[in-house]
């Protein structure tokens, strides 16, 4: 269940990022790959991942930033209904990719370590509280098929 103050912070901090972050989706994705580099053996087929400027040179994890924002973008606008939403998504992570759910905790860090230093001050602990209860409830969902 969600606050109209948590509704409209998230849907605020979605509306905003892909028109006024340069590069958000991709910069997340960067921070993840490079910071926690075990992430980066699930993406195999993207080639030479092996040092910062190979990974944010790569036209394909850039696109793949994309790719998961789009998912992020598709549980706004089903806030109330976001483990149905995830439910494919949620058997692709764990019977095809066989993601460790551990790494969904990591790249959500990350995605709000780059919404934190674009907002500035406007990341308030209540915006930052209602963000990381999105994410969490994400992470449920994406992790929903391991239990
Ligand atoms: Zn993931 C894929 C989302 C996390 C790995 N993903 C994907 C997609 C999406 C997503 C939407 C697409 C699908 C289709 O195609 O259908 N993810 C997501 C989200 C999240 C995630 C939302 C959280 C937040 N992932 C993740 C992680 C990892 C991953 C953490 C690792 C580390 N994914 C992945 C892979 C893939 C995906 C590998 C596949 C890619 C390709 O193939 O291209």
Redesign the pocket.
Known sequence: VWTDFETATIKDIFSKLDSEVVGFSSRFLYR?LIVYPW?QR??A?FGNLYNAAAIMGNPMVAA?GK??V???ELAVKNMDNIKATYAD?SV??SEK?R?DPD??K???DC?TIVVAAQMGAGFTPEVQAAFQKF?AV??SA?GKQYH
Do not use: D, E
């Open positions: 993840c992430t699930y993406f087929k793949h790719t998961v789009q998912g992020l998504l692709l992570h990719l993601v790494n969904f990591l790249l959500a995605i994410l994400v992470i994406l």
